[in-house]
């Protein structure tokens, strides 16, 4: 399997199959920073520093952070003006952060318990390919 191509069609089925998207990618933890991964949406902020903005603090903290109104979350950064909500899943194999998978919407409030469950089954998915290879996986390398 190849981690990237699977990347880049998780955040392109993710974007086409739930409505009200303006944003759908990864972000990968790389030599202590977020970088920009496979995506589908405008053009992206290309590097996050962990514990800054939604994303940095989903992974700082290892855990799913969802935002029902970005304008509200302190130190958000705004990489599309457009986005109102967000939800931010890290990516963890074996305790290791590997990155995080990131959602916007222009929609405030878009994002409830259902689409959490669903995206974090996805993510869980995408994690077991990546997490049987872990030790050879080039493209999460820190």
Known sequence: MDDLANAANTAALVFQRLPELNWVGFYFFKAGQLVVGPFQGKPACTRLNLGKGVCGTAAAQRKTVVVPDVHQFPGHIACDGASASEIVIPLL???????V??????VANRFDAEDRIGLES?????LEAVGKKLPAARVFSD
């Open 93 to 99: 194999v074996a305790g290791r952060l590997l990155g």
């Open 101 to 106: 998978f990131d959602v916007d919407s222009p």
């Open 122 to 126: 996805i993510v869980a998915v995408f």
